[in-house]
Structure formats: C-alpha cells, structure tokens
C-alpha cells in the first residue's frame, strides 16, 4: 500500500461528457503527477502539479486539465471525451521534491462509450 | 523523443528459477530509472530505482544493473515465486525538467509452479 487513494474506482461516460478524477497524495509529499494507460501499453504522462503549480505537460490537448489543492489532492478533468479516452487513469505522488521517487495510486478504469 | 523499450513483452520461468527481464532507452542524458511491477487491475508498484551514478544495486531478492554505455538496463529477480507473476515496466526518470517518466510497454512475466 502506498497511501495514494484514487476516486472512483470505476467510470462509465458518453461521448462529449465531462469527468472528474481525483487523488489524495501519500502524507508527507506535495507532489502529484497524472498518467493515461491503455489496456496493454505504459503509462503516459499527462501532467504534474507540485505546490498547487502545474509543472511540466505531456502530450495531451488541453481538454485535459488539472488542479492541485493546497493538502496536495489533485483533481484531473477531461472535457470532449472522446472514445479513445477510455484507460486507466494513475496518478502518482512524490516528494518533497517534484524529481523524487513516483508512488502510485490504484487507478480509476474510464470507459467511453 | 524519449523511447524507452523492453526486449521482450513475455517471459515464462520456472518457480525457483532467476528471471531477467532488459530494458533499452534511448536519452543518454537520463540519470534516473524506476522499476514498476504492476499486478492485473491495480497500479504500478515500486520495486527498486538506480540513479546513473550506480551501475548495479541490490534489493531484496532483486538486483537492477544499469550499463550506460549501450543504454540499457535489467531486472534480475532470484528464486522467482508465483506472486512474482505481474507486468514489470522500467521507467526513465530523464525528462525535459526531471518530473516526467517514460514508460516503457512493460514485460509479463509469468511463473510456472
């Protein structure tokens, strides 16, 4: 168990809907970062926030946002869903330093239909 | 871009036997890897991380060396247990600003009691 919570569990959205992701980082780190894996690939980064800043962007568009609160929860908010959405979705946290080791939550499974 | 690519998506061995499981990656400038096992429906677990000032580290039943000359670095599990049955992905810590990790595809590996 690494302390890093994710809710919900599961999700089940229409095209052009809107989500909310959410996670609670391990106590002690102020970082956290988002990463989308599809069913049989690695993660990707999709971005980080650290101290309530975002701080660095893959390469997603940006109907992919996020907010980092000052406990150091985050939220992830993909609007447009698009049928290629569907993955699941990590999000890992770190600290104190936004370089340091990434320990990751459960996953939320979003499919799109 | 930043690829980061395991040689072989499968491995099969025998319960009580090492495992070894390699890992290319294209930055030369990367200073920071990550081995990940990840269990079906759960997230990416940290097993043990080198930095490029190592060339080998040791942990518990798991040895990770790092050669930088060809870029490339392995996995050894010893007395490999059923549990042991997972995705393992490295990940490189390099990134642009430090904060991001690439992925590779990950290796299943499966033991045979």
């Known amino acids: 168990e690494t302390g890093v919570t994710q809710s919900p569990t599961h999700l089940i959205k229409t095209r052009g809907q809107q989500v909310t992701l959410r996670c609670s980082s391990q106590s002690g780190h102020n970082t956290v970062s988002w990463y989308q894996q599809a069913l049989g690939q690695g993660p990707q980064f999709i971005f980080q926030y650290y101290r309530e800043e975002e701080n660095g962007r893959g390469n997603f568009p940006p109907r992919f946002s996020g907010l980092q609160f000052p406990n150091y929860s985050s939220e992830l908010n993909v609007n447009a869903l698009e049928l290629d959405d569907s993955a699941l979705y990590l999000c890992a946290s770190s600290g104190p330093t936004s370089t340091d080791t990434q320990y990751f939550g459960p996953g939320t499974r979003l499919t799109v239909l | 871009g930043e690829s980061v690519g395991l040689h072989l998506p499968t491995l099969s061995v025998q319960e009580g036997d090492n495992s070894i499981i390699n890992c290319a990656y294209s930055?030369?400038?990367?200073?920071?890897f990550i081995w990940y096992k990840q269990e079906s429906g759960k997230g990416p677990q940290f097993i043990i991380d080198i930095r490029s000032n190592m060339d080998k580290r040791q942990g518990q039943r798991v040895t990770v060396l790092l050669n930088k000359t060809v870029k490339h670095l392995s996995l050894q599990i010893a007395a490999t247990q059923p549990g042991d049955s997972a995705v393992y992905f490295c990940?490189?810590?390099?990134?642009?600003?430090?904060?991001?990790?690439?992925f590779g595809t990950g290796t299943s590996l499966t033991v045979i009691p």
């Open positions: 930055n030369s400038a990367s200073d920071y």
């Open positions: 990940a490189d810590g390099a990134g642009n600003t430090g904060n991001q990790f690439y």
